[in-house]
């Protein structure tokens, strides 16, 4: 059973930065898709960024609202996903998860494909 822990999260002005990480648990292959979503109030969960990790390639997906602004990487050897965010934007506060899924990122940005998922880490971004 994959368990998957996020932490970083907490609160920013605007234009500021912040990181996350997830740590994942309890699987272990070099076929593999993680990826960030986030979910505000009155709003559905939203994918962010996903990444896919082969065992010569990986290939990573952005949301067309941070594009150019967050960077999703991974440390292989720590089983861990990292979600860089530079000049945050007060829309960018949400709920953050991390998630999971054996194999490929199918859809790339799309919950539905990925069956474990984190507790969730708050973004909340200031005016």
């Known amino acids: 059973q994959v368990q998957l822990v996020e932490s970083g999260g907490g609160s920013v002005q605007a234009g500021g930065s912040l990181r996350l990480s997830c740590a994942a648990s309890g699987y272990t292959s070099s076929t593999y898709c993680m990826g960030w979503f986030r979910q505000a109030p009155g709003k559905e969960r939203e994918g962010v960024a996903t990444?896919?990790?082969?065992?010569?390639?990986?290939?990573?997906y952005y949301a067309g609202s941070v594009r150019g602004r967050f960077t999703i990487s991974q440390d292989n050897a720590k089983n861990t996903v990292f979600l860089q965010m530079n000049s945050l934007k007060p829309e960018d506060t949400a709920m953050y998860y991390c998630a999971f899924q054996r194999g490929y990122c199918y859809p790339a940005l799309a919950p539905s494909g990925f069956n474990y998922w984190g507790q969730g880490t708050q973004v909340t971004v200031s005016s």
């Open positions: 990444i896919y990790t082969g065992t010569a390639a990986s290939t990573t």
